[in-house]
């Protein structure tokens, strides 16, 4: 019954920043892996950053010094903050949690950066 909801979406324009929040529940949140996975039009879906459960980051080369990954563990909390956004980062944006076991996907929230 794990449950992940994204939030924070939006359209912006190029260079503009976004937050995107993502809130855990049914799991423990803090055995846990989070990640960030986005989707664009016509492409596959791709990894964009995790963070696993002592802290450690990793990113796509592509957001890589633009994103930052963060997790609050007292309220169950992902985060992705998204700075000098670029039109290629138009995409739908999905909140995962993974164990050893098995992995959870939110639905998604849509992120649209125009030129």
């Known amino acids: 019954q794990v449950r992940l909801v994204e939030s924070g979406g939006g359209m912006v324009q190029a260079g503009g920043s976004l937050r995107l929040s993502c809130a855990v529940s049914?799991?423990?949140?803090?055995?846990?892996?989070m990640a960030w996975y986005r989707q664009g039009p016509g492409k596959q879906r791709e990894l964009v950053a995790n963070?696993?459960?002592?802290?450690?980051?990793n990113y796509v080369d592509s957001v890589n010094g633009r994103f930052t990954i963060s997790r609050d563990n007292v309220r169950n909390m992902v985060y992705l903050q998204m700075n000098s956004l670029k039109p290629e980062d138009t995409a739908v944006y999905y909140c995962?949690?993974?164990?050893?076991?098995?992995?959870?996907w939110g639905q998604g929230t849509q992120v649209t950066v125009s030129s």
């Open positions: 963070i696993t459960t002592s802290g450690r980051t």
């Open positions: 995962i949690a993974a164990d050893y076991r098995r992995t959870g």
């Open positions: 049914g799991i423990n949140f803090r055995l846990h892996t």
